[in-house]
């Protein structure tokens, strides 16, 4: 925001209240009101406004309080800012940014627990990314502005309040990470595990886990969903000859299943076992803690374990 004038953030309670998590504090005191807006429990309406302003040049940041609310403005993501470039034959671009929470949170309930990465994925003319550390986050969200077509920013409530290491590279003013481009957040021989946002900590530990009964994961982090980075994932597959695709989300028209079909087109004379897909419970999430916890993916003992069967 600093360095371009024309970023500005608009959402629900991202001024005074300085973020329904915190993640807008101190931006309101430092660029004032007419550049962080808070705006009336109207998704359809602010995200409407934001798309027009970006149709007139200007970028913005649409905070959703959760991601399950952006359901309310999907009129506005599907149609009015992602279709825009292409209907135009290219004469309108539309660098607006919608970010906020999703996927499971804690107790939240069936209807604020949905992980969206799939859904906006399916769409043709938006980018979606899902961050997993510190520097995920920095570096995807500056791009992220920076890039001229939508972007869907799927940020991860639990991660929140993790601490990861930053580097001063990180911490640099320049510093930003391609879209498009995963990470090898750890190396390995024998198996390949992908996932993207909280998930990537549960497949680092799964690989640990792993590692005592001598078995070498590569796990990779996706970090961009949409696009995907087919080439490095394909790579990995070849080095290791095994895949395990990891996400919350539903198991149906998943990004694992995305994952899948990439490596079967790409990869197949490769595999020297079939694939496994984790994926979150085929229901929606429970309220209750003890059965939300059977409904999204668990690492264990002996590794990674799919969800039980929810009542």
Known sequence: MSADPSVFLMGEE??????????????????????????PITEAGF???????????????????????SMQAIDHI?????????????????PIVFRGPNGAAAGVGAQHSQCYAAWFAHVPGLKVLAPYSSEDARGLLKAAIRDPDPVV???????????FP?????LDSSFALPIGKAKIEREGKDVTITAFSK??????????????EGISAEVINLRSIRPLDR??????VRKTNRLVTLEEGFPQHGVGAEICMSVVEESFEYLDAPIERIAGADVPMPYAANLERLAVPQYHLNGLHYPEEVP
């Open 199 to 212: 998930m990537v900590g549960y497949a680092l530990q799964a690989a640990e886990i792993l590692s005592k």
């Open 153 to 163: 920013f799927l940020e991860n409530e639990l991660l929140y309040g993790e601490s």
């Open 231 to 236: 080439a490095a994932i394909n790579a990995s």
């Open 47 to 69: 995200t409407g406004i934001g798309v027009g302003a970006a149709y007139q040049g200007l970028r913005p940041v649409i905070e959703f309080m959760t991601f399950n609310f």
């Open 78 to 94: 599907i149609n009015s800012a992602a279709k825009s470039n292409y209907m135009s034959a290219g004469q309108i671009n539309v």
């Open 14 to 39: 991202v001024g005074e209240y300085q973020g329904a998590y915190k993640i807008t504090k101190g931006l309101l005191d430092k660029y004032g009101p007419d550049r962080v807006l808070d705006t």
């Open 166 to 170: 930053v580097s001063d590279e990180v």
